[in-house]
């Protein structure tokens, strides 16, 4: 009993300072504050000193009249509008240019990752020549040269070139002409939809009909079929409308039909080349992180090479490849940011002009700060779950 | 023991100092500058007549002297000055925060800035306004013609504003293709992306003068907003504001009263009160200011006057070929009107 009580007082007189889980905590807390405090004095510095010299803060100005033009706003959008609508343009057309080159570059980067294992020495060298230029040229340049290339080797819009009836090329964008506005469009949009639930359906009746039975599906066939079939079929049913809005010149410039701007156009290409270089590598990379081994044992079993490719191989590399690939999409989606450079209004252009006119510097760079960090907080939340569906699970 | 603990504490206690709000002293900006030995000017740094180095890396222009006049007035040295770039972002900014003492850099003076961005701009050392630029073969003659047209903007002052406000004021649509950069815009516009481009008239005058053909280019007749570019000071130093207006009215004065750089020292002997005045032979105006009864005098002697500075930087002899227009003394029909010095 009293041995037993001083061991207890032994334990107990440790003093806390010489426990490592109690000291692991005061110094978390202690550096939890520090930043607390040091965000905290930055912000009260900053609103004190801003106070003395009567500079007006805060957002009010977001419901204030713009008073300025932006170049291709996505929804309608005039300079008797507030900066908040000027912003949402803004943000709308960085979501544009990312969105397009985030899908262009994972295609275009999954193809020459693979191109450049092939065993044909032309195609390999051919691959390897388009990554190491694209990978080694700055960013900003290749805008540049793109942006130069777009205005300086095209042709005035009196003077476009004019491959197919309707579509029209010269230096101050690409003209395409669009289905007049029919209410036809929304029932085709209603069958596509549809068309996508039946591929789901019919994509797990042949999972389970395989898992009984052992017997394939040609699934991606006859999904495309149906998304292409079932829309057709309803454009067809209401006696196929074939109005169209056709660009046409007026005044200094093409009016109406479908048109992207060459700063989009040389923003996108620059972004794609650049960033598609190092998808490129990372595919690469996680294709030859998977053992010869699984190549053999698969081929072992009769899979044939394509099914060697999309059922053992790309799974497992996918593994590698997704941390890095969310990486590079992030920055495609930053360096959009350099959009300014060649005069695509996306957010930062946007922003910047809002900077200039209502001089609230503090608030529009923290705004540009916190719409990035929410772009790609948001783009890297959905790469990790698909990380998560690709990861192997471990029994 | 306590030695585990004596880095936390220190960093402690040092964050506590942190978080008391440096209580800066308001302080007088001219005993700053005097006891800093220099002045810091804020100033453009790429645009050509007004704040550029030149091909030496010494620096020239209108803002640029504009600076240099006021380090005269007070040091009797226009060299002992320091010029800090600033772009139209981080201009007010600099100012507000005490990283320049003035700014000069063709801002234009508005309500707003005066106001919400507790600036005080003094005398207008250039009156500007935003026109177009359009190749002649356009065939345009006026800017109510360019209905639908695409716009290079080169982002800066109020310029895209006031495009657009000139277009919903007249009924018509425009395309603004707005580029950061002077260089790349030029580009885009030479090569015909856009109809016309739009600037201050001064900087139009510049961009016209590096085209590949300046004869194939026009700047429009029509002048669509009201630009005075003057320097500005903070709020709440009422002197150093008083001190900085009147340097850059010292030189509209001299010009007025017919001294100039080179006949500035004869001139000391000149009979009249006005001039007598002006030099500091009869003080009082430097002691008015803080400043040594020469002050105006190392300003014209050292800098020059107004119409020296003007013809010196964007006058007919330079690249910009620009006349005096608004810019010249009342008596020629100008805006350029000083204050009686006494």
Redesign the interface.
């Known amino acids: 009993m009293n041995q037993a009580n001083k061991t207890a007082n032994v334990t107990n007189n440790i003093p806390f300072w010489h426990d490592p889980a109690k000291r692991g905590i005061v110094f978390q807390a202690a550096a939890l504050l520090l930043v607390l405090m040091i965000g905290y004095y930055i912000f009260s510095n900053t609103q004190a000193n801003l106070r003395r010299q009567s500079i007006a803060t805060g957002y009010g100005f977001f419901g204030k009249e713009a008073g300025f033009e932006i170049g291709e706003p996505m929804i309608s959008y005039s300079a008797a509008d507030t900066y908040a609508k000027a912003l949402l343009v803004g943000v709308l057309n960085t979501l544009k240019v990312s969105f397009a080159g985030i899908l262009l570059t994972t295609l275009i980067g999954l193809f020459v990752g693979i191109a450049r294992l092939s065993k044909n020495w032309l195609v390999s060298k051919l691959a390897q020549g388009y990554i190491e230029v694209l990978q080694n040229v700055p960013v900003l340049l290749q805008l540049f040269f793109w942006y130069g290339l777009f205005h300086n080797a095209l042709p005035l819009p009196r003077n476009s070139i004019s491959p197919l009836p309707g579509v029209f090329i010269n230096n101050r964008g690409f003209y395409l002409p669009i289905p007049e506005a029919h209410p036809v469009y929304k029932w085709m949009l209603l069958a596509l939809l549809a068309a996508f639930i039946i591929s789901y359906l019919l994509k797990r009746w042949s999972k389970a009909r395989q898992d009984l039975t052992g017997q394939t599906f040609p699934l991606f066939s006859s999904f495309l079929s149906l998304s292409i079939g079932m829309p057709l079929l309803v454009w067809l049913a209401s006696g196929a409308p074939t109005g169209m809005d056709v660009p046409h010149l007026r005044g200094f410039n093409f009016i109406g039909g479908l048109s992207f701007s060459p700063e989009f156009g040389a923003l996108l290409i620059g972004l794609v080349l650049y960033t598609s270089a190092f998808v490129a590598e990372i595919v690469r990379a996680g294709i030859q992180a998977v053992s010869h081994g699984q190549t053999e044992a698969a081929a072992s079993i009769g899979l044939r090479p394509k099914l060697v490719l999309t059922l053992v191989i790309l799974p497992q590399a996918l593994r590698v490849i997704i941390p890095p690939l969310t990486n590079q999409m992030l920055n495609l989606t930053k360096n959009s940011s350099l959009a300014i450079a060649i005069g695509y209004p996306d957010f930062v252009a946007v922003a910047n002009t809002t900077i200039n006119q209502t001089g609230q510097a503090i608030e529009g760079v923290a705004l540009i700060m916190i719409v990035y960090l929410i772009i790609s907080l948001v783009t890297s939340a959905f790469m990790n779950w698909y990380n998560k569906r690709t990861a192997l699970v471990e029994r | ?1 306590l030695r ?2 004596k880095p ?1 504490i220190v ?2 206690v040092a ?2 100092l ?2 008391i ?2 209580v ?1 002293n ?1 302080g007088e900006t001219l005993d700053s500058v005097k006891a800093r030995g220099y002045l810091i000017v804020g100033v453009n740094g790429g645009l050509f007549g007004f704040g550029m180095p030149d091909e030496k890396g010494v620096w020239r222009g209108l803002d640029v002297d504009t600076g240099r006049a006021v380090a005269a007035g007070i040091f009797a040295d226009p060299d002992k000055v320091k010029f800090v770039t600033l772009t ?3 201009r ?2 600099a100012l ?2 005490k990283e320049v003492d003035v700014l000069c850099r063709n801002a234009t003076r508005t309500l ?2 005066e ?4 600036l005080n701009f003094v005398a207008v050392n250039y009156y500007d306004g935003q026109g177009f630029l359009i190749p002649k073969k356009l065939g345009v003659k006026s800017a109510k013609e ?5 716009v290079c903007v080169l ?4 310029t ?2 006031n ?3 000139f ?2 004021t007249n009924k018509l649509t ?8 002077n260089t ?2 030029n ?2 516009f030479f ?3 856009c ?1 016309c481009l739009t600037s201050d008239a001064s900087q139009l005058a510049g961009i016209r003068a590096v085209a590949p053909n300046p004869d194939d280019y026009m700047i429009l007749p029509d002048i669509i907003s009201k630009e005075p570019l003057a320097p500005a000071v ?3 130093d009422d002197q150093w504001r008083d001190i900085v207006d009147f340097c850059v009215l010292a030189m509209i004065a001299a010009e007025d009263l017919g001294i100039s750089s080179k006949n500035v020292d004869e001139m000391l002997k000149n009979e009249s009160p006005d001039v007598k005045r002006f030099l500091g032979v009869t003080p009082g105006n430097g002691k008015a200011l803080g400043l040594d009864e020469k002050w105006a005098y190392n300003i014209i002697k050292k800098v020059g006057n107004y119409g020296e500075v003007f013809e010196r930087n964007v006058g007919e002899e330079t690249k910009l070929k620009l006349k005096r227009g608004l810019n010249a003394q009342w008596k020629d029909g100008g805006l350029m009107y000083a204050p009686p010095f006494k």
Request: glycine fraction near 10%; avoid cysteine.
């Open positions: 023991m585990s603990i936390g960093i402690l964050a506590l942190l978080a709000p440096l800066v308001a139209t972002q981080t007010f900014t507000q925060s707003t800035r106001t919400e961005l507790g360019l209905d639908g047209a695409s982002p800066g002052t109020t895209e504003q495009v657009a406000d277009f919903r425009m395309k603004p293709v707005v580029i950061e950069q790349e815009l580009q885009a090569s015909g992306r109809d903070r709020h709440g």
